[in-house]
């Protein structure tokens, strides 16, 4: 007789072959890769047969972003105190700059140009002739406009590389000329087959021109560095609350609220604290192996996983900052217990729906969970298969997950799964009001935020209430 959990699994499994029905013959091949149903099997060895990191089939709306985007807009646009230019068409540096939400201190255009759209503008004379000298100029004149800017990014567009423009000579002759550092990023959009190699190319570049070049005036035991925390809706300040609670000190942020100084001297950090595994493994990677430098993972989202993260990272200290970590985690458990006493009754047994970006969606699954929220489907619009093979070893038995899911895959499952919400990004975000699944934009909070540490939670549980329980709902008659 098959178990209860082998017919969930086989149930599953027959929903995504009728999923795949819809695709002609040589698409379906390609696409039923990317889909997998946890068992007990993968769940244990966290081994996974998901295809991912791989082009995506034409014509499928993908809704995935590109280099640029993961340059851009992901890990050099926080850092505060330098220009960054969007280098080509306006359209893609309108769209970097409208929708993120990196909080930094400082006073707008004066020391902090995180929420400037600085463009060269590409026209088509410049698609003829070149924009060399277009972008000397822009360089020129950012320096006169906002003389306390300690750099500038040169982030190229998909022209850019395209009619071969020469960014690299013109950062070197503009460093030397303006006495600060131009830093070029090779980041065309068409690079690579989504937003996770612009990580890598903006990473390279940080490598290349700042990491390791400054030295820390005043070194301690107990020096941390945050890498991968973007500070959506101010996620590293409620995170660094938590550290030097601790008693540890963060002496660098990559990249929300950071600055080029703090990029150039993370190499002075005794442990680098990862958060945003995809977009900033690398660089932790580029550290240990040249200054010995160890990282450590972490997952500030919901209170069982926070207590976890810091429980692993006062493990890589004595016992004094071990002490202080079971104290931090006391104070906050009455807190923590009341929030979700508040909710659970409103939340529990409520199916959720997960299609990240950046944010890996194995680090919200323990949040939900708190809440008591099921996680029945999830995945990513990119990921590599280190991804899926952790992503396994935190669902349930019979969850869907799926890479690079294309519009019709959500629609489909969001359907057929009868979800009571769904997390993804802002491409998805209207079309689920107008059917009526309430949704969360899981890539900048949807406005609101923090989500991470202790505090966080509190701003994540009432969310989810208010979307999942708004009367908003019962109003709406979907056109659809």
Known sequence: MIGLSAKVIEEKKALIEELLEVYPKRAKKFRKK?????????????????????????????????????????????????????????????????????????????????????????????IVFGGDKKLEQLCREIKEMFPLTKGISIQSECPVGLIGDDINSVAKKMSKELDIPVIPVNCEGFRGVSQSLGHHIANDAIRDHLMGTRELEESGPYDVAIIGDYNIGGDAWASRILLEEMGLRVVAQWSGD???????????????????????????????????????????????????????????????????????????????????????????????????????????????????????????????????????????????????PTSFDLDFLSEKLDVDLIGAGIKEKYVYHKTGIPFRQMHSWDYSGPYHGFDGFKVFARDMDSAVNSPVWDLIESPF
């Open 34 to 126: 990317h889909f997998e149903v946890s068992d007990q099997e993968n769940i244990e060895s966290g081994k996974c047969s998901i295809k991912s990191n791989k082009k995506s089939r034409p014509g499928v709306m993908t809704i995935r972003g590109c280099a640029y985007a993961g340059s851009k807009g992901v890990v050099w646009g926080p850092i505060k105190d330098m220009v960054h230019i969007s280098h080509g068409p306006v359209g893609c540096g309108q769209y970097s700059w409208g929708t993120r939400r990196n909080y930094a201190n400082g006073k707008l255009g004066i020391n902090n140009f995180t929420a400037m759209q600085v463009t060269s503008d590409f026209q088509e004379r410049d």
């Open 258 to 404: 950071g600055s080029i100084n703090e990029l150039a001297i993370t190499h002075h950090s005794k442990l680098n604290l990862v958060h945003c595994y995809r977009s900033m493994n690398y660089m932790a990677k580029e550290m240990e192996k040249k200054y010995g430098t160890p990282y450590c993972e972490y997952n500030f989202f919901g209170p069982s996983k926070t207590i976890e993260s810091l429980r692993k990272i006062a493990s890589y200290f004595d016992d004094t900052i071990q002490q202080n970590a079971e104290k931090v985690i006391g104070d906050y458990l009455d807190e923590m217990a009341q929030t979700m006493n508040k909710y659970l009754s409103r939340l529990k047994g409520k199916k959720v729906m997960l299609a990240t970006g950046g944010l890996r969606s194995r680090h919200t699954i323990g949040a939900y969970e708190d809440l008591g929220m099921e996680i029945i489907a999830t995945g990513h619009e990119f990921a590599h298969q280190d991804d899926y093979e952790k992503t396994f070893q935190e669902v349930q038995e019979g969850t869907i997950v799926y890479d690079d």
